[in-house]
Structures are given as structure tokens and as C-alpha cells.
């Protein structure tokens, strides 16, 4: 009996989140900067604006009345990304801490000013 694989890749933490400002720091689009339109927390991956893209060859359908070859964001794994901050605008760690009401916040390690 063979027990069912299951992945066991550690989800991240929510450091990178959707409509944030990311700097790529490793692979193709190394350099770039663009703004996250969707995350993968199950895969560690994030889709960014004008990055990473590729081409998908889509077939006619009822939707989709005209096939073809289509361009699309791919995905970044987020371990190559870093959040840029809007204060020092440079790529930086991100960090949390507990506000005055108890929540807790994202903070850019270098100057200390809330990421929102």
C-alpha cells in the first residue's frame, strides 16, 4: 500500500500581498519592478503586472469564439520578489509589528514606515 503523495511545500507567510509594489531580484525579469495581481500562497507564487510573459495557444470555444495564440502573466515564485518600500522606495525585508489596537502590521525594515 502506497499512501497518497501530498506536497508538503511550506506556505509563506502573507509578507507579499495583491496590489503591492515588488521588485524582482532573481531570473528572467531580474531588475523589474511591477504591481502583484494575484498570489499562489499554495504554491508560493505571485502573478505581477507586464511580467514574466508567456504565450498560451487557446483553441475556439463557445467563450472564446476566435482562437489563437493569447500572451499572459506568468508566475514568479515569491521567494524571488521583494516588496518595494513607498517612503525609501528601494526593495526591502518586510517585518511585522503590533499596533496600539492590536493588530498586527507590515513594516519596511529599513526606514520602519507601514507598508499598507
Known sequence: MNPKKTSK???RTNK????DLV??????A???TGRVISVLPEKNR???E???MVKRHLKP???QQQGGIIEKEGTIHISNVMVKCGKCNNPTRVGFIRLENGEKARVCKKCKELIV
Not at 507579499?16 to 496590489?19: A, C, G, H, L, V
Request: charged share 30%; proline share 0%.
Open 9 to 11: 511545500a511550506k506556505v
Open 16 to 19: 507579499i500581498r495583491k496590489d
Open 23 to 28: 521588485y524582482v531580484i532573481a531570473g528572467k
Open 30 to 32: 531580474k531588475g523589474k
Open 46 to 48: 505571485v502573478v505581477v
Open 50 to 52: 507586464k511580467l514574466m
Open 61 to 63: 470555444s463557445q467563450q
